[in-house]
Structure formats: structure tokens, C-alpha cells
């Protein structure tokens, strides 16, 4: 007897999490590695664990959250990506208005 | 509850089922307590260079020990999904022992929090020492108190699954837990990667 109940998620398979599994934790080793041995210059160090962090958040999104845009689960995407977009104004706003601020006091 | 009675069996019509509705009523609260940590994340964006004459996060961090503490919440995560699969199967045994085995590597990386967060403190560089360190408990503490409250609640759910069995309801709470489980190894991948990772590129 199954005792899954539907979620508006997608079904979680073993193969999917022990894939999402693998997959973060190459790109965690990955990052750390890189600032480890502080391979390349500051601003590609930046971009590549940045570019890895995404990677992974999208990794555990589909593979451990197992989000998707099935008829069921639309409204948890459409809230996700809204809920990205607070962040990125929220986050790059602060940051934005702050370094006009700095500057402002100095010069 | 009165909603399953009306909502059993009829999911031929175009309305969501009562547990999908409810796992979204439960995933906007997470969008919103991601909200809260986008906050955070700002404030230790913006402030993280104002250290007061203190020494930069640079030289407290020790990368293999945040390496240890990202690999118990990764795999705790892990731990925490395979006890769902279990918990779909109805092996009662395999999920509780996922469970027990998720609480463990949950608690190893709680553990390590306090200690790295006493260790700060007593080498004077406690959250009151400046802003940037300031920024810093607040935001990483926020997420070791969202880890802690979820260790409280698997245990609580640990002891529920025995008492109720693996019926609808436990179903559904389980999988709240998963949703905020997940969630905050989520978190951690920023934490760990703005923090600590860009704390120690400089």
C-alpha cells in the first residue's frame, strides 16, 4: 500500500536523490577547491563559486524539492521565482543603494 | 477534519487535492522565511568590510571545518529523503532509522556551529565587536536556530509516527519537515559560499 499522498511536488525517485546528492556535493567540493588553493584571480574566484552556488540551488531544487511546473505544483513555481526576485531586490538593491552611500560620504 | 471528508476521492474535478493545497500553504511560509534570510544575507552583504579595527572574517575561518559542517547537513539531507522513500513504502523500521540517522548529522552540524560561534566569542571577536561580526551571528545564527527548531520537530515526529503510525497525517507533516529540511541545506549553499567562501577570497 503506497502511502504517498499528492504534494504538487514531483515524485521522489531514489535514482533522483541519490543523483541530486552527487551532484552537490561535486559542486560544493568543487567551490571549496577552487578557494582552497586560490587557483585564479579574486573576481573569477567570485564568479565561480557563485556560478556553482546557482548550480547547486538548482541541483536541490529539482532533484531533492523535485519542483515543476505540472498543473499541480504551478503555484509553488510561480511563488519561487517571485520569491527570487524579492531577493535579488532586496539584496542587490541594499547593495546598490549602500556603495552610492559610501561613496557619497568620501568624495 | 471536516476537509476529508468533502475532498475524499474527488480529485477527477479541476481542484487541487486538500494536501497540495496545503503543501503550498506550507512552501509560501518558506518563500517567506526566505524573505527573512534575504534580509539577512543584505545586512551581511553591506556591512560585512565594517570591522571596527577587528580582524577580517578572513583569518577566523578555518574552510575544511565549514567543509565538515556543509558535508553533515548535505547528507543529512540525503538521510532525510531516504527516509521518505521508506515512509511511501510503509517500512516503519527504515524510516525511523533514517530519521534517527538524519537527527544525528543534523545535531553534528548544530554542534559544530556553537562551537566554531563559542570559539569567535572567546577569541573577542563576538557579535558586538562590530558590524561585520554582527552581521555575521546574526545571519549564520538565524540559520544554525532554523536547523535546531527542525532537529526539535523530527524528534517530535520521530516519537508522532510511533504513536499514530504512517497514516495521512504523519504523511503530510513529513513532508512539511522535508520542505524546511531542504530548505535549509538550501540556505546553507549561500551561506557557506557568501560568507565563508568570499569571506576567505577577500
Redesign the interface.
Known sequence: ?????????GK???TG??LG?IL??IF?VF??WV??IQSLN?AD??IT??V??IA??IV??IF??RLNGSK??K??LF??I??IF??FV??G???WI?HNLNYNMMH | MSTEVVHGGH?HDHH??S??TD??GF??YL?TD??LF??L???F??LRHNLYGGVPLKNLID?WY??GE??FL??S??TY??G??A????HKTALQNWLILTVILGLGFVVMEVNEFVHFINEGHGPQTSAAMSGFFTLVGTHGLHVSFGIFWMITLIFQVRKFG???MM??RF?YLG?FW??L??VW??V???VY??G???
Open positions: 500500500m503506497s502511502h504517498e499522498i499528492e504534494t504538487g511536488m521522489k525517485t531514489l536523490y541519490l546528492f552537490s556535493l560544493t567551490a571549496f578557494v582552497t579574486k574566484m567570485y563559486v557563485s556553482l552556488a547547486q540551488l536541490q531544487v531533492f524539492l499541480e505544483g503555484w509553488n511563488s519561487f517571485f520569491t524579492v531577493t532586496l539584496v538593491g541594499s547593495l549602500m | 480529485e487541487a487535492s494536501d497540495a503543501v503550498l512552501w509560501l518563500m526566505c524573505v534575504a534580509t544575507f543584505a545586512t552583504a553591506v574552510l565549514v567543509f556543509t558535508a548535505l547528507l539531507n540525503l529523503g531516504l521518505m522513500l515512509l511511501y513504502k510503509g504512517m497514516n495521512r504523511t503530510r513532508t520542505l531542504n530548505f541545506d538550501i549553499i549561500f557557506f559560499t557568501i567562501l568570499m576567505v577570497i577577500g
